[in-house]
């Protein structure tokens, strides 16, 4: 057997399919929960912002403290 053949025995499109798709999934989920984490940090440093920060965004005090108050999952 050449090597070539020995790495076509090793991937076998139907055998491997779930197992593809479960890491697929599994990236998926890493990733949105890592998306999560980011939307959480950035809004606890919305929260630290002093006014003139804020007015440079085009944000007021109380938007950014509702925006900074929501739960990770909104």
């Known amino acids: 057997m050449t090597t070539a053949d020995y790495q076509y025995a090793l991937l076998d499109?139907?055998?491997d399919a779930p197992r593809v798709a479960l890491v697929s999934r599994l990236r998926e989920c890493v990733?949105?929960?890592f998306?999560?984490?980011d939307h959480?940090?950035?809004r606890r440093a919305l929260l630290e912002?002093?006014?003139h920060l804020l007015d440079d965004i085009g944000v007021s005090r109380?938007?950014?403290l509702e925006e900074g108050r929501k739960p990770f999952w909104r």
């Open 62 to 64: 109380r938007q950014a």
């Open 49 to 51: 912002l002093d006014r």
């Open 13 to 15: 499109p139907v055998r």
């Open 40 to 42: 959480q940090r950035q």
């Open 35 to 37: 998306r999560l984490i």
């Open 31 to 33: 990733a949105f929960v």
